[in-house]
Structures are given as C-alpha cells and as structure tokens.
C-alpha cells in the first residue's frame, strides 16, 4: 500500500490541432483523424513552425529546439504535487524518474529533475515505457515501509512529439508532450492510497513499440492496439473482482492511447462514460506521464469513498494495474 499525498502536471502551451496537422498534407485530414483515434488536439514543447518547416525529419534536433527541457517540465509537475501534498523540496526523501523519450542516456532523469528543484537524495529511474507509473507504484508498494523514506517524488516526463516523424499520418495525431508527478509514501498516512497492484511484460513482443536510438517512434499498430485492449480489460475485470461492493462506481482511468481504445475498455467491461476519466482527446497519448495526469487535472474533484482503477499498458510489452481509493467520510 501506498499512500497518496500529491499530484501534479503540466503541458506546454503550444498546441498542434488538427487543422495544423491537416494542413502538412500528409493525408490526415481533420475528419480522418478523429474517426480513428478521436483526438482533437494535443500539447508540444517544440515550436509549431519548427514542426511545420522540418516535419522533424531529425529527432536528434528536437531537443536543441524545444522551449522546455525535460528537467523543467518535470519540475513544474513536481511543484504541483509538492505544493498539494504541502511540502517542500526538502521533505523529499527519495526522487523516482521515467521517461520513454529520455534527453540523456545517463544520468538518470531522476537526477537531473531532482538537481532543477534543489532536492539532495536518492535519486534513480524506473522506466517500463507507457506502463512506467503502474510499475513504479507496484515496486514501491513491494518494499518494506522501514526501508523507504518518508515522502518520495515520483516524476514522468515526456516529449513524444521529439520523436514523430509529422511526415507519417499514421504517428503524427497520436502524441503530445505532457509531466506528471507524485508524492507517496508508504509511512505517512493520507485520505488516499494506491493498493491491489500487480504488473507484468511480454517480452517476447518487445519489438512491436520501439524508439530507435536518434531516431523516430515506431509500433505495430494493429497488434498493439488489439494487445492494449486485451490488457486493460483484464486489469480492470480484475480490479472489479477484488472490490464487488465497489463495482457499480468505480471511475476508470486507463493509459490515454486513443479515445476509441479506451472506450472499447468501457464498453467490455461496463464502465459508463460518466465514470470514464480521460483527457486524450484534448492532449492526445503523453507516454507514462497520461495516466497520472488525468488523475492530477482532478485532484480537486476527488470524493470521499472514491475509487479509481488504473490500467495502464506500454512497449515491452508491458502493463500495470493498480486501485487509487479516498477514504470515505468517518
């Protein structure tokens, strides 16, 4: 078990609608997109006209022209979750990091975050790619209370618009650039908790999703999407099972791929829109950093005896589901 002090966000202020990507012409007009993946718009680091006029032929290049670093991106997540947990860089025990789309091979992004925000302690990565999170908290939640400091920061920046190639319909309208950020601990107590965790990889696929070093994303996109359903619907019938007196209002929080992934999920296993928390549509997928975003956007909005299922699912091929629960009222 985990306990849940804070969470955070943030997406850059620019915004590649789909008008702009339609206007590339490279036959992903507004109609088409949204009728296969249902995403309207979504956020990037990177200038639009940079986008525009190199279509980033080179990935290599994206990060000498990005507005942000990584480092601030996670760091502006981090002070949201830290500022709501009400705590500051100094309470951080312990700094956790995973990016799909790191700027460096070492150090550890953990590292450089925890260098933007002044934080001296531990830090180091855990990265399973889109399912980064589902891990990070079931590997936390497997070690001994006494063994953990009192609060850890756990951050996932990513900047999957670095590596699209925008001259590829089928790649250009699925990404964004997003952070999100955590501050759990096992030892002090809080009105919300991570439980029920479980994770796990198929390695043998581990060629369907992949970024090659210096160059562009690339996925099996049939076969991901087909293993992406399979494994959310699994995790949340599995999450259903283990809280029957919760089964008819539990919210679904799922990895945002595309809306018509996640709403296949919903109809499977009988999650009605009112309960489905999603922002893919406005942000498209930002990696690991998607789930715990949506989360964070409605932290105010939690309720007492609210619970959350979280499936999420990533190159590896990977997955992770856990229960995020709000104690309810006394």
Not at 54 to 69: G, I, V
Not at 105 to 116: D, K, L, N, Q, R
Not at 275 to 298: E, I
Request: glycine share 8%.
């Amino acid at each position: 078990m985990l306990y849940l002090h804070g969470l955070g966000h943030f997406y850059p202020e620019n915004v590649i609608t789909n008008q702009f990507l339609s206007e590339l012409d490279i036959g992903s007009d507004e109609q088409w997109i949204m009728e296969r993946v249902g995403i309207a718009a979504r956020h990037t680091s990177l200038p639009l006209d940079y986008i525009r006029t190199t279509r980033n032929r080179d990935p290599r290049a994206a990060s000498e022209a990005s507005l942000h670093t990584r480092a601030e991106t996670g760091a502006a997540a981090a002070k949201m979750a830290m500022d709501r947990a009400g705590l500051c860089p100094a309470d951080i025990g312990m700094v956790i990091s995973g990016t799909s789309t790191p700027r460096y091979t070492i150090p550890a992004e953990a590292s450089v975050i925890g260098g933007e925000l002044g934080i001296e302690a531990p830090c180091f990565d855990v990265n399973a790619a889109c399912s980064t999170f589902g891990v990070q908290l079931s590997i936390l939640g497997a070690m001994a209370p006494a063994q953990t400091p009192s609060f850890i920061l756990v951050v996932n920046p990513e900047n999957y618009t670095h590596v699209v190639d925008y001259s590829d319909r089928r790649v250009a309208p699925l990404f964004g650039d997003g952070s999100s950020a955590a501050v759990v601990s096992a030892r002090e107590p809080a009105d919300k908790r991570f439980e029920a965790f479980s994770y796990g990889s198929r390695p043998d696929s581990w060629s369907k999703v992949r970024i090659p070093q210096g160059w562009h994303f690339y996925q099996d996109g049939s076969y991901v999407q087909r293993f992406a359903i399979r494994k959310a619907t699994e995790g949340v019938r599995h999450l259903q099972a283990q809280y029957p007196e919760s089964r008819d209002r539990i919210k679904f929080v799922g990895h945002q791929a595309n809306l018509m992934m996640l709403n296949t999920v919903c109809r499977r296993c009988g999650i009605p829109e009112s309960r489905h928390m999603h922002n893919v549509a406005d942000y498209g997928n930002t990696g690991c950093s998607s789930a715990p975003g949506v989360l964070s956007q409605h932290w105010d909005d939690f309720s007492p005896g609210d619970h959350f299922t979280i499936a999420v699912v990533g190159s590896g091929l990977t997955w992770a589901h856990t229960m995020l629960k709000v104690a309810p009222e006394e």
